[in-house]
């Protein structure tokens, strides 16, 4: 199976600040089928971003997916207080569908 | 708006069975996949598997000889066992709408503690 490494663990910004989180694949993610999801404490994890770099329904667009292959990266410009939650990526190229461990994104 | 809640037990003794049900409302459960997924504390989610509305499944092989999805198309409901558990099966389960194998709708989930 593939296994997804998120680095950091947590990252600890201001809002305003830009947020840049990294997703690692241990093999290469077949036509970029990798997807990214915001989860705040006690709530269902919310859709980010799919295919990569394609943006959810109603997700602002200070939200942005990039890479390809085993290296992916979600990047949020001008942090807003809303954001501040814990981010997964998730990939579904391969079977079983596997989830990284998560980044912390805190104020700092 | 679609919506999904889970139901079932909040307890579940060791080696019984974990038995969840998930209810969609604003949309038809057929023509999608649907999956169940878990988290342990403090472990990253798990994919468990998913269901076609035709009772097509796909599952985790690390729980594949434990588990069985189905699907209830007159009640909008799709159904989670999980049998012979431990306490490493604790954990909060989710439903989700899959979408080309990404999920767009996730239900708030339920937590399920496996203690005697």
């Known amino acids: 199976e593939i296994v997804l490494t998120q680095s950091p663990g947590t990252l600890s910004l201001s809002p305003g600040e830009r947020a840049t989180l990294s997703c690692r694949a241990s093999q290469s993610v077949s036509s970029r089928y990798l997807a990214w999801y915001q989860q705040k404490p006690g709530q269902a994890p919310r859709l980010v971003i799919y295919?990569?770099?394609s943006r959810a329904t109603g997700i602002p667009d200070r939200f942005s997916g990039s890479g390809s292959g085993t290296d992916f990266t979600l990047t949020i410009t001008r942090l807003q207080p809303e954001d501040f939650a814990v981010y997964y990526c998730q990939q579904y190229g391969n079977s079983p569908l596997t989830f990284g461990g998560g980044t912390k994104v805190e104020i700092k | 708006q679609v919506q999904l809640q889970e139901s079932g037990p909040g307890l579940v003794k060791p080696s019984e069975t974990l038995s969840l049900t998930c209810t969609v409302s604003?949309?038809?459960?057929?023509?999608?996949?649907w999956s169940w997924i878990r988290q342990p504390p403090g472990k990253r989610l798990e994919w468990i598997g998913y269901?076609?509305?035709?009772?097509?499944?796909t599952y985790n092989p690390s729980l594949k000889s434990r588990v069985t999805i189905s699907i209830d198309t007159s009640k909008n409901q799709l159904s989670l066992k999980l049998k012979s558990v431990t306490a490493a099966d604790t954990a909060v389960y989710h439903c989700?709408?899959?979408?080309?194998?990404?999920?767009?709708?996730w239900g708030q989930g339920t937590l399920v503690t496996v203690s005697s």
């Open positions: 604003g949309d038809s459960i057929t023509s999608f996949y």
């Open positions: 989700a709408r899959v979408r080309e194998g990404y999920h767009d709708y």
């Open positions: 295919g990569a770099s």
């Open positions: 269901i076609y509305d035709s009772g097509s499944n």
